[in-house]
Structure formats: structure tokens, C-alpha cells
């Protein structure tokens, strides 16, 4: 599925967050680079956007991680373009199967991935074991709004009008029905706190963002 949206993966991203995803990335960055991170993981890559955004924080290398070959050629192609392929290397691997040592990477984001983990205590615990001990972790993920009208005004945008703007544009009828289905069985606020607790971080926090349709989690090793 993910490799046949990958090419209007980015387009669709940025119409249908109306841009606050750029807003959304910076403010992860922001958290990892309180440690001034030199090796970074970007897990669930896609096509790159959280891994190039890291590279404002100057490391020595940023690693993308993901299972489509398509979200990571088109990865490839932007690097190129930005003329960053000698700090960033893509990286087609298994969030759940980390083929990287332990302890490697001084900070990881992970950017609307994690609910689409087919065993999440299994990629978080792998998440965990590559990080560096003090090393930190910042997660976004799509939630839910707690305003009552907000909440609304989003459910009917977010489970008819996306599939349908995402249908018309990547040409997969499954895809942007499966975002929605996926956003509403993801355990969010507290209960993912509590797994990530669960599976050995320390320091963890969540924090919504624009009005509680995104959330940002943070914590350490």
C-alpha cells in the first residue's frame, strides 16, 4: 500500500494537515536537539521529510529507516536534490527487526509510523535498544481532539472528506480508509504513555498539538 501512494505521499500529507505537519516536525526536532544529537534514526522514514528536517540540528549522520522501497526512493531523490545524500542514508529495514547494534543512535523520530506496527511493544522495545542510554526519543502521531465541537468538526473531515481527497489523488481506494481505521484503534494520551513505560522509557510526556489532532510524545532510555 505505502508503495503505491509513496509518489503523492508528500503532497497529500501537506494538503491534508493543511501544512501544520512542517509545524508539527520542528517542534520533535526541537526536543531531540536539547541533547545535540550526532547519530540519528529516523524510524518509519517514508519519504524523508522527519529525517531532513534533522538535519538543521547538524549531526554527523541521520539514518532513514523503512519497509517500502518506493517511500525510500523517493527519499533518495529529495536528498539528492537537497544535496544531502552524504548525511543522510536511507535505509530499507524492519522497525520491529532493527538491524543496527545496540546502543547506536543518540536520538529517534518516529513521524505518524508507529500505529501501523504490527507488534508495538516489539518496535518500541527495538527502538529502545538502539538508542543510547540518556538518549532520547520523540514520537508524532494523528489523535483525536478533546473539544467537543472541534472533535466534530474533525471526524467528519478526517473519516469522509480525507478518503476521499486521498483516493482522488495517490489512486488507492484502500489507502486514506485505512488512515482513519488505524488512528481510531491506536491507543493515545495516557495509554500510550503507559505502554512506552511498559516497554523501559523513562521521562515520558505527551503533548497535543493544533487543538489535539496531533500528538507529540517524548522520553529517554
Known sequence: MFDHIARRYDF????????TDHIWRRKA????????????????????????????????????????????????????RNGTTDKIEFVKGDSEKITFPDNMFDAMTVGFGVRNYENLEQGLREMRRV???????????????????????????????CPIIGRIFSKDIRAYTYLPESVEVFPRGAAFVAILEKCGFKNVEWKPLTFGICAMYTCEK
Open 12 to 19: 497529500l500529507n501537506h494538503l491534508l494537515s493543511a501544512g
Open 29 to 80: 526536532i526541537k526536543y531531540i536537539g536539547e541533547i545535540n544529537p550526532k547519530i540519528i534514526a529516523d524510524m518509519a522514514t517514508g519519504t524523508g521529510d522527519f529525517a531532513i528536517e534533522a538535519l538543521k540540528l547538524n549531526p554527523d549522520k541521520v539514518y532513514g529507516i523503512d519497509l517500502s522501497e518506493e517511500m525510500l526512493h523517493y527519499g533518495r531523490i529529495k536528498s539528492e
Open 131 to 161: 538508542i543510547k542510554p540518556e538518549g532520547r526519543l520523540a514520537i508524532l502521531e494523528i489523535s483525536k481532539p478533546d473539544n467537543f465541537l472541534f472533535k466534530q468538526v474533525f471526524s467528519i473531515y478526517f473519516k469522509y472528506i
